[in-house]
T-cell receptor
Framework: GAGVSQSPSNKVTEKGKDVELRCDPISGHTALYWYRQSLGQGLEFLIYFQGNSAPDKSGLPSDRFSAERTGGSVSTLTIQRTQQEDSAVYLC???????????????FGPGTRLTVT | KQEVTQIPAALSVPEGENLVLNCSFTDSAIYNLQWFRQDPGKGLTSLLLIQSSQREQTSGRLNASLDKSSGRSTLYIAASQPGDSATYLCAVGDGQNFVFGPGTRLSVLP
């Protein structure tokens, strides 16, 4: 079946503009995760959704970042008033999730490369 | 706060060698540990997932072990091939969050 897809694959934007990144998880995966990978850095966890709710938003770097998920499927990550330090690859992953806690294998999308000029 | 480290940061070996990549974590209260590979400019590909109750998982030439009490996991690659060249990442799951290590960059020379 289809894997995790993300759009756009590349986005160049001017400082101060808002951007929206989209993630389509694998069908049936209830857990969805957003990560950021800056040049030469490791993966930074941003937020995760179980269904439509996000139990923990503390990983978001600032209040300019927000994410939502509707219908338990597609998620959008929005960055308002982008700054140059927001330039990174934004990765999305999905997995089945145990109701009791814990997660199954994560499957990653190809990422969106965001460049803020 | 969970911290994950990986040693070595980079490794270069001739084709055919067996090798071990190391992952260490500071908090042993984990749900699972997952190994990934990342090719340049690409997303992550899952290799192996070990649940906290398991001690090892095998897939083809790959074997991953987990020792929760000592906060360690190893990824063993047998008979390495040039196609194994990539960055290998381990990620520790605590039930709500995954913390990634910085990765080991592997080069297998033909």
């Amino acid at each position: 079946g289809a894997g995790v897809s993300q759009s756009p694959s590349n986005k160049v934007t001017e400082k101060g503009k808002d951007v929206e990144l989209r993630c389509d998880p694998i069908s049936g995966h209830t857990a969805l995760y957003w990560y950021r990978q800056s040049l030469g850095q490791g993966l930074e966890f941003l937020i995760y959704f179980q269904g439509n709710s996000a139990p923990d938003k503390s990983g978001l770097p600032s209040d300019r970042f927000s994410a939502e998920r509707t219908g338990g499927s597609v998620s959008t990550l929005t960055i308002q008033r982008t700054q140059q330090e927001d330039s990174a690859v934004y990765l999305c992953a999905s997995s089945l999730a145990s109701v009791a806690g814990g997660f199954y294998e994560q499957y990653f999308g190809p990422g969106t490369r965001l460049t803020v000029t | 706060k969970q911290e994950v480290t990986q040693i070595p940061a980079a490794l270069s070996v001739p084709e055919g060698e067996n090798l071990v990549l190391n992952c260490s974590f500071t908090d042993s209260a984990i749900y699972n540990l997952q190994w990934f590979r990342q090719d340049p400019g690409k997303g992550l590909t899952s290799l192996l997932l070990i649940q906290s109750s398991q001690r090892e998982q095998t897939s083809g030439r790959l074997n991953a072990s987990l020792d929760k009490s000592s906060g360690r996991s190893t990824l063993y690659i047998a008979a390495s091939q040039p196609g194994d060249s990539a960055t290998y990442l381990c990620a520790v799951g605590d039930g709500q969050n995954f913390v990634f290590g910085p990765g080991t960059r592997l080069s297998v020379l033909p």
